[in-house]
């Protein structure tokens, strides 16, 4: 039984690699297609797709529109979601689970229901459609993942640090700013770049509460309904390879900074 382990989980495994990626490759090999229609084998490659689709003014302005979304977003997923974890770390019991379990119910709720009674609230509350009301909405899909960081980042924060700065003469504002900030940064970073990341690809809650500002979801749909083309699968390549980096130094400078952070541990315990 463990021969047949070794053998078939490794098959396994890239067959699922296979399964996410084999699709990506193929949408990036269809933009380097000379032609305008969608077909294999590809006969005649070019770059041109890649090169027209910077010069296209809808294209770029509502990747910007995006941006803005996803900065604005963010920034409200952190303003909000970091003095929440606070006070559920500062929970037990059944309070801290039945808190946790509130904050979590955006995150499992059907987006298209989301969405829905997010229209609907804005419109009580007298709000426009637009950027603001993309901002709001994208913030309450993305708090809970902020949350769930940074709660999580705590629990593994021994409370002798914090004690360790007090008996130095340290105040509470100075312990937060030297020793838990710091601590929490890795958390707080991956919670950003996670919240940017979906925002950015949100297009049910776009969709909703978006006005004349298209997000770059929202127009790619609108193009996708008249026929896909290389140009399409050009750009969405751009913004799925830039997505990848993008979380790719967001892992490694949260892996970074946890290292430093234990080291700092280590020696603080050997003094």
Do not use: C
């Not at 053998?7 to 297609?33: D, E, I, K, Q, S």
């Not at 689709?53 to 990747?63: A, G, H, P, Q, T």
């Not at 952190?78 to 808190?99: K, N, Q, S």
Request: charged content about 15%; overall charge positive; glycine content about 8%.
């Amino acid at each position: 039984m463990k021969t047949l382990g070794r053998l078939t989980l490794p098959v396994y495994f890239w067959l699922f690699v296979a399964y996410l990626f084999l699709p990506l490759l193929v949408m990036a090999a269809v933009g380097f297609r000379d032609s305008n229609f969608v077909a294999f084998p590809i006969q005649a490659w070019t770059t041109r797709w890649y090169q027209s689709v910077v010069f296209e003014r809808d294209i770029m302005s509502s990747i910007w529109v995006s941006v803005k979304v996803a900065l604005g977003a963010t920034a409200l997923s952190l303003i909000i979601g970091i003095p929440m974890a606070f006070f559920v770390a500062g929970l037990r019991g059944f309070r801290r689970a039945a808190m946790i379990a509130v904050i979590m119910l955006p995150a499992f709720l059907p987006v298209i229901v989301a969405a829905i009674s997010l229209r609907m609230f804005i419109g009580v509350l007298g709000l426009q459609t637009g950027i603001g009301a993309i901002i709001f909405g994208h913030a309450v899909s993305t708090i809970p993942f902020v949350v769930v960081m940074i709660l999580t980042r705590l629990g593994a924060m021994s409370p002798n640090l914090a004690d360790a700065a007090r008996d130095l003469g340290a105040d509470e504002f100075i312990v937060f700013l030297r020793v838990t900030l710091p601590f929490l940064m890795p958390a707080i970073f991956g919670g950003a770049v996670f919240s940017m990341l979906l925002s950015f690809e949100d297009f049910v809650r776009s969709f909703f509460l978006g006005g004349f500002e298209p997000t770059f979801p929202v127009l790619l749909f609108s193009k996708l309904r008249f026929g896909f083309d290389p140009g399409l699968a050009a750009i969405s390549t751009m913004v799925l390879v830039a997505s990848i980096v993008i979380g790719l130094y967001a892992e490694r400078f949260s892996r970074r900074r946890q290292l430093g952070n234990s080291s700092k541990i280590v020696a603080l315990d050997q003094r």
